[in-house]
């Protein structure tokens, strides 16, 4: 069994770097998603925090094991490509959703759907 003490100082500090930054960019969209007023706004920035924060973290994480172990550890690429790929689908699914039920309702504050 491998300790902690055996991660060379260069690879401990850079796993704490790319955790940080994961976690201010996630901090970031969370604090998005409070300060904005309505849906559409709120919407985008905890995606771009999911995206870039949940990156971050899971490239410590490959860096962490992959030192660890002596070896490439890379199933962390799955879970970063289907959070790459479903974070944004699910916004737009969202947004759409949305406009759609606000256009139906009648809301001013959306513009009025394309004529055709």
């Known amino acids: 069994m491998t300790h902690l003490a055996e991660i ?12 940080l930054t994961g976690a201010v960019l996630t901090l970031i969209g969370t604090v ?3 300060r904005f007023d309505s849906f559409y706004q709120r919407v985008h ?10 990156g971050c973290i899971l490239l410590a994480s490959m860096l962490f094991f992959s030192v660890l172990e002596s070896r490439a ?13 479903t ?3 699910t916004l737009m699914l969202l947004a759409r ?4 039920r606000d256009r ?10 394309p004529s055709e």
Do not use: R
């Open 8 to 19: 060379p100082a260069w690879a401990a500090v850079l796993t704490a770097l790319l955790l």
């Open 73 to 85: 550890i890379i199933h962390e690429l799955l879970i970063t490509a289907l959070m790459v790929v």
């Open 32 to 34: 998005g998603l409070l």
């Open 45 to 54: 920035a905890p995606t771009l925090g999911a995206t870039l924060g949940i």
């Open 87 to 89: 974070t944004p689908i």
């Open 97 to 100: 959703a949305a406009l759609y």
């Open 104 to 113: 139906i309702e009648g809301s001013d504050e959306v513009p009025p759907p």
